[in-house]
Structures are given as structure tokens and as C-alpha cells.
């Protein structure tokens, strides 16, 4: 018994490679990847939890004319000036029509409209938000929150951390 070496080739022709790349495995790779990453990728959007510092040095600006909305730790929205509990907004949409007429009021005197909203400490920061989408309802683009101006000595001992 014999065995040729050319496995069935004609003597004096030669036989050629196969000159194609086999992707077959390339493909198998990158769809093990491509569902590694679709069950990894939800876990990500989540964020990390975040330590908010407090407000250290801060600039303070003359605010003239300022739309000033209180929110209480109870979640209550104060009209401006208001000293009690009593001079509330019972409807954010009472907020938004009211926060309409000062804009056309500003806009009328050629001013920029500006609210802060001062939010307690203990408030939801829910509440906060809900107060600052009514601003935007109106349409007004300038918003800031106030802050309480703290000393740096102050953020390390209350946090028991320097930021």
C-alpha cells in the first residue's frame, strides 16, 4: 500500500491555497461583544451617588427686580414677599400665570426677567424642580437658586470632609 503525497494531484500541477480570509470566528467574537455590552450598558446609566458640597465661596449679585419664589420644607411655593404660610400658591399654575404677568410686565420696561427660587434646606429637591419647570413654563430663561454662603471652615466640620 502507497501513499501518494499530493493527495490525488496530477504529477507536475500543482495545487493552490485558498487565498479568503475566514471571518466565521471575527463574527462569532464581535457578537459575543456586542451582547456583553447590551447587558453591561443599562448598569451605566444609573450614575454613582454623589456627595453634593456645599457652597463655599460664592458671588453675590444684585438682583434688581427679582421674581423671589420660597419653597418651605413642607413643600409649600411662597409668593414673593410673603412673610407666612398664608400667601402661598395653592396651584403651580397659579405660579405660572403670575410668573407670565412679571415677565410681560419686564419685557414692557425692557428688562431681563430674572426668578430665584430659595428652597429649604429640608425640601424635596422634587418640589424644587416642579417649581423650576413652572419658570420655564412661563418662559423665562434666567433661574437661580440661592445658596447660603458658608465658610470653608464651616463645610469641613458640618461634613466632617473637606470637597
Not at 502507497?2 to 467574537?29: C, H, Q
Not at 465658610?151 to 466632617?160: E, L, M, N, Q, V
Amino acid at each position: 500500500m502507497g501513499m501518494s503525497a499530493g493527495g490525488g494531484a496530477k504529477k507536475g500541477k500543482r495545487r493552490r491555497g485558498i487565498a479568503e480570509i475566514n471571518v466565521t470566528p471575527l463574527v462569532d467574537v464581535m457578537l459575543v461583544l456586542l451582547v456583553i455590552f447590551m447587558i453591561t450598558a443599562p448598569t451605566m446609566k444609573e450614575g454613582f451617588p454623589v456627595d453634593i458640597p456645599q457652597a463655599e465661596a460664592t458671588q453675590q449679585v444684585a438682583l434688581e427686580d427679582a421674581f423671589q419664589i420660597t419653597v418651605t420644607s413642607d413643600g409649600l411655593v411662597l409668593k414673593p414677599g410673603s412673610q407666612t404660610t398664608d400667601l402661598r400658591y395653592d396651584k403651580l399654575s397659579d405660579l405660572v400665570t403670575d410668573l407670565k404677568k412679571y415677565q410681560a410686565d419686564l419685557t414692557a420696561a425692557k428688562k431681563q426677567p430674572t426668578v430665584v427660587i430659595v428652597g429649604d434646606r429640608k425640601a424635596y429637591y422634587e418640589r424644587i424642580i416642579q417649581v423650576w419647570n413652572a419658570v420655564r413654563t412661563a418662559g423665562i430663561q434666567q433661574v437661580s437658586l440661592q445658596v447660603d454662603p458658608g465658610k470653608p471652615d464651616d463645610a469641613i466640620t458640618s461634613t466632617g470632609k473637606s470637597s
